[in-house]
Protein backbone atom coordinates (compact mmCIF):
# COMPACT_ATOMS: atom_id res chain seq x y z
CA UNK A 1 0.00 0.00 0.00
CA UNK A 2 0.81 3.91 -0.13
CA UNK A 3 2.92 5.04 2.55
CA UNK A 4 3.53 8.27 4.04
CA UNK A 5 3.69 10.90 1.33
CA UNK A 6 5.57 14.55 1.81
CA UNK A 7 5.39 17.43 -0.54
CA UNK A 8 7.00 19.21 -1.68
CA UNK A 9 10.09 17.19 -2.04
CA UNK A 10 12.48 20.43 -2.05
CA UNK A 11 11.56 23.76 -1.42
CA UNK A 12 14.08 26.56 -1.56
CA UNK A 13 12.76 30.02 -0.22
CA UNK A 14 13.55 33.37 0.55
CA UNK A 15 14.65 34.22 4.08
CA UNK A 16 11.17 36.22 5.48
CA UNK A 17 8.78 34.05 3.48
CA UNK A 18 6.41 32.12 4.49
CA UNK A 19 6.12 28.08 3.70
CA UNK A 20 3.79 25.72 4.34
CA UNK A 21 4.59 21.68 4.12
CA UNK A 22 2.13 18.57 3.73
CA UNK A 23 1.80 15.48 5.27
CA UNK A 24 -0.26 12.73 4.07
CA UNK A 25 0.00 9.70 6.06
CA UNK A 26 -0.77 6.34 5.47
CA UNK A 27 -4.73 5.55 5.55
CA UNK A 28 -5.91 4.57 8.70
CA UNK A 29 -3.18 5.89 10.65
CA UNK A 30 -5.08 8.04 13.89
CA UNK A 31 -1.40 8.99 15.19
CA UNK A 32 0.96 11.56 13.20
CA UNK A 33 4.34 13.34 14.35
CA UNK A 34 6.52 16.31 12.69
CA UNK A 35 10.35 15.93 13.34
CA UNK A 36 13.10 18.38 11.79
CA UNK A 37 16.88 16.63 10.85
CA UNK A 38 19.50 19.11 10.56
CA UNK A 39 23.45 18.56 10.69
CA UNK A 40 23.98 20.09 13.80
CA UNK A 41 21.18 18.47 15.67
CA UNK A 42 20.09 15.43 14.13
CA UNK A 43 16.90 14.22 14.41
CA UNK A 44 14.02 16.23 15.99
CA UNK A 45 10.92 15.93 17.53
CA UNK A 46 8.35 18.52 16.32
CA UNK A 47 5.19 18.26 17.25
CA UNK A 48 2.43 14.87 17.68
CA UNK A 49 -1.21 14.70 16.52
CA UNK A 50 -4.32 12.18 17.82
CA UNK A 51 -6.86 12.83 15.19
CA UNK A 52 -6.90 16.39 14.43
CA UNK A 53 -5.34 16.94 18.01
CA UNK A 54 -2.05 18.09 18.98
CA UNK A 55 -1.78 16.68 23.17
CA UNK A 56 2.41 17.32 22.34
CA UNK A 57 3.77 20.65 20.88
CA UNK A 58 6.68 20.67 22.91
CA UNK A 59 9.42 20.45 19.85
CA UNK A 60 7.98 23.37 18.19
CA UNK A 61 11.26 25.71 18.24
CA UNK A 62 8.97 29.00 17.91
CA UNK A 63 6.28 30.94 17.59
CA UNK A 64 6.53 31.37 13.51
CA UNK A 65 6.19 27.42 13.89
CA UNK A 66 2.40 25.82 13.28
CA UNK A 67 0.71 22.76 12.36
CA UNK A 68 -2.47 21.61 11.78
CA UNK A 69 -4.39 18.81 10.81
CA UNK A 70 -7.59 17.95 9.33
CA UNK A 71 -9.76 15.18 8.94
CA UNK A 72 -7.65 13.23 10.95
CA UNK A 73 -5.33 12.62 7.68
CA UNK A 74 -3.43 15.63 5.84
CA UNK A 75 -0.83 17.44 8.21
CA UNK A 76 0.56 20.79 7.31
CA UNK A 77 2.85 22.34 9.23
CA UNK A 78 3.75 26.11 8.52
CA UNK A 79 6.98 28.04 8.77
CA UNK A 80 6.09 32.09 9.41
CA UNK A 81 9.07 34.57 8.28
CA UNK A 82 11.52 31.60 7.57
CA UNK A 83 15.37 32.11 8.79
CA UNK A 84 17.98 30.15 7.90
CA UNK A 85 18.33 28.62 10.83
CA UNK A 86 15.23 26.75 9.37
CA UNK A 87 16.88 25.11 6.77
CA UNK A 88 17.27 21.25 7.34
CA UNK A 89 14.71 18.25 6.01
CA UNK A 90 11.19 18.32 7.96
CA UNK A 91 10.03 14.46 8.19
CA UNK A 92 6.85 13.50 8.91
CA UNK A 93 5.33 9.99 10.16
CA UNK A 94 2.37 8.14 11.01
CA UNK A 95 1.59 5.00 13.43
CA UNK A 96 -1.73 3.26 13.85
CA UNK A 97 -2.94 4.34 17.56
CA UNK A 98 -0.81 2.95 20.34
CA UNK A 99 1.55 1.18 18.04
CA UNK A 100 4.96 2.66 18.75
CA UNK A 101 6.17 1.62 14.76
CA UNK A 102 6.17 4.96 12.86
CA UNK A 103 6.44 4.93 9.17
CA UNK A 104 8.11 8.12 8.01
CA UNK A 105 8.20 10.17 4.72
CA UNK A 106 11.18 11.22 2.48
CA UNK A 107 10.70 13.82 3.86
CA UNK A 108 10.93 17.98 2.82
CA UNK A 109 14.21 19.43 1.91
CA UNK A 110 13.78 23.22 2.83
CA UNK A 111 16.36 25.54 2.18
CA UNK A 112 16.06 29.19 3.42
CA UNK A 113 18.55 31.74 1.14
CA UNK B 1 24.64 16.83 27.09
CA UNK B 2 21.75 15.14 24.93
CA UNK B 3 20.05 12.49 26.13
CA UNK B 4 20.63 10.31 23.55
CA UNK B 5 24.35 9.81 22.45
CA UNK B 6 25.63 8.00 19.54
CA UNK B 7 28.78 8.24 18.06
CA UNK B 8 28.70 9.52 14.58
CA UNK B 9 31.40 7.34 12.64
CA UNK B 10 31.68 7.04 10.37
CA UNK B 11 32.34 3.40 10.44
CA UNK B 12 33.49 1.21 7.43
CA UNK B 13 33.92 -2.42 7.28
CA UNK B 14 34.37 -5.21 5.17
CA UNK B 15 31.67 -7.27 3.52
CA UNK B 16 31.07 -10.34 6.15
CA UNK B 17 32.05 -8.54 9.25
CA UNK B 18 30.06 -8.25 12.24
CA UNK B 19 29.34 -4.75 13.45
CA UNK B 20 28.35 -3.51 16.16
CA UNK B 21 26.57 -0.21 16.68
CA UNK B 22 25.88 1.48 20.33
CA UNK B 23 23.90 4.77 21.96
CA UNK B 24 23.83 5.66 25.84
CA UNK B 25 21.43 7.60 27.19
CA UNK B 26 21.03 9.65 30.15
CA UNK B 27 17.22 9.70 30.69
CA UNK B 28 16.14 6.60 33.10
CA UNK B 29 12.08 7.18 31.95
CA UNK B 30 12.70 6.00 28.59
CA UNK B 31 11.25 2.49 28.45
CA UNK B 32 10.91 1.53 24.38
CA UNK B 33 13.77 1.38 22.21
CA UNK B 34 14.08 1.80 18.64
CA UNK B 35 16.67 1.24 15.91
CA UNK B 36 15.76 3.17 12.69
CA UNK B 37 18.30 2.51 9.21
CA UNK B 38 17.87 5.93 6.32
CA UNK B 39 19.62 5.15 3.18
CA UNK B 40 20.71 8.80 1.85
CA UNK B 41 17.85 11.46 0.73
CA UNK B 42 15.16 8.79 2.33
CA UNK B 43 12.97 8.80 5.72
CA UNK B 44 13.91 6.35 8.44
CA UNK B 45 12.79 2.72 8.51
CA UNK B 46 12.43 0.88 11.90
CA UNK B 47 14.37 -2.51 11.91
CA UNK B 48 14.00 -2.95 15.75
CA UNK B 49 12.10 -2.32 18.65
CA UNK B 50 12.47 -3.55 22.17
CA UNK B 51 10.13 -2.70 25.17
CA UNK B 52 13.13 -2.44 28.37
CA UNK B 53 16.02 -4.40 29.36
CA UNK B 54 16.90 -7.86 26.90
CA UNK B 55 17.69 -8.95 23.84
CA UNK B 56 15.95 -9.48 20.62
CA UNK B 57 16.86 -10.86 17.52
CA UNK B 58 15.61 -10.90 13.74
CA UNK B 59 17.93 -11.88 11.19
CA UNK B 60 21.38 -10.81 11.08
CA UNK B 61 20.13 -7.83 13.14
CA UNK B 62 20.03 -8.22 17.19
CA UNK B 63 19.21 -5.78 19.54
CA UNK B 64 20.27 -5.35 23.11
CA UNK B 65 19.27 -3.30 25.69
CA UNK B 66 20.93 -2.45 29.27
CA UNK B 67 18.73 -0.30 31.11
CA UNK B 68 21.56 -0.57 34.47
CA UNK B 69 24.12 0.71 32.25
CA UNK B 70 21.92 3.34 29.78
CA UNK B 71 23.08 1.11 27.02
CA UNK B 72 21.67 -0.30 23.70
CA UNK B 73 23.41 -1.54 20.97
CA UNK B 74 22.65 -3.14 17.70
CA UNK B 75 24.72 -5.88 15.75
CA UNK B 76 24.72 -6.63 12.19
CA UNK B 77 26.26 -10.45 11.49
CA UNK B 78 27.24 -11.00 7.85
CA UNK B 79 26.99 -7.13 6.56
CA UNK B 80 26.41 -6.75 3.35
CA UNK B 81 27.01 -3.80 0.81
CA UNK B 82 22.99 -2.87 0.66
CA UNK B 83 23.60 -2.13 4.80
CA UNK B 84 25.15 0.87 3.89
CA UNK B 85 23.37 3.50 5.80
CA UNK B 86 22.93 5.42 8.32
CA UNK B 87 21.93 3.87 11.78
CA UNK B 88 19.47 5.90 13.89
CA UNK B 89 18.89 4.93 17.59
CA UNK B 90 15.48 6.06 18.83
CA UNK B 91 14.00 5.96 22.34
CA UNK B 92 10.64 6.74 23.74
CA UNK B 93 9.50 7.54 27.66
CA UNK B 94 5.97 6.28 27.08
CA UNK B 95 2.89 7.87 29.43
CA UNK B 96 2.52 11.50 28.58
CA UNK B 97 6.28 11.17 25.81
CA UNK B 98 3.95 8.92 23.84
CA UNK B 99 5.35 8.85 20.28
CA UNK B 100 8.22 11.78 20.79
CA UNK B 101 11.12 9.56 20.20
CA UNK B 102 14.31 11.17 20.86
CA UNK B 103 16.82 10.07 18.65
CA UNK B 104 20.83 9.55 18.59
CA UNK B 105 22.88 11.56 15.97
CA UNK B 106 23.16 8.24 13.78
CA UNK B 107 26.50 6.30 12.67
CA UNK B 108 27.13 6.36 9.04
CA UNK B 109 28.00 2.46 8.13
CA UNK B 110 29.75 1.62 4.94
CA UNK B 111 30.06 -1.69 4.08
CA UNK B 112 32.75 -2.55 1.46
CA UNK B 113 32.53 -5.51 -1.22
Known amino acids: GAGVSQSPSNKVTEKGKDVELRCDPISGHTALYWYRQSLGQGLEFLIYFQGNSAPDKSGLPSDRFSAERTGGSVSTLTIQRTQQEDSAVYLC???????????FGPGTRLTVT | QKEVEQDPGPLSVPEGAIVSLNCTYS??????FMWYRQYSRKGPELLMYTYSSGNKEDGRFTAQVDKSSKYISLFIRDSQPSDSATYLC?????????????FGQGTILTVHP
Open chain 2, 90 to 102: AMDAGGTSYGKLT
Open chain 1, 93 to 103: ASSLLGDREQY
Open chain 2, 27 to 32: NSAFQY
